[in-house]
């Protein structure tokens, strides 16, 4: 019923940057906060970036100041400008939508299928 396509991972060189967006489509009543994290390998799923519906952002010491969330609500979209990027970003990074479905009364967590960002030279 819902989808979340995630777009615009790749390799980058170190210093370099990227732009990821999340499109969230389906049977969407209102979506609350909408996030991004990543996992790299042999580590957990981490928050990177975090905006509610009203624009609030929030972020980890690790990517303040580099990266920067944005979401067009008209679009349902949230996007990822990451900036400076370093070998340590390199992760499979997730979109996450908590969305409340058309006639439902609660909210729920949604993931889309993740992209890859590798930051190498």
């Known amino acids: 019923q819902v989808q979340l396509v995630e777009s615009g991972g790749g390799l980058v060189q170190p210093g370099g940057s990227l732009r990821l967006s999340c499109a969230a489509s389906g049977n969407i009543g209102s979506i609350n906060a909408m996030a991004w994290y990543r996992q790299a390998p042999g580590k957990e799923r981490e928050l990177v970036a975090r905006i509610t519906s009203g624009g609030s952002t929030n972020y980890p010491s690790s990517v303040k100041d580099r990266f920067t969330i944005s979401r067009d609500n008209a679009k349902k979209t949230a996007y990822l400008q990451m900036n400076s990027l370093e070998p340590e970003d390199t992760a499979v990074y997730y979109c996450?939508?908590?969305?409340?479905?058309?006639?439902?009364?609660?909210?729920?967590?949604?993931w889309g299928q993740g992209t890859q960002v590798t930051v190498s030279s």
């Open positions: 996450n939508a908590n969305l409340r479905l058309q006639y439902a009364i609660r909210s729920s967590d949604y």
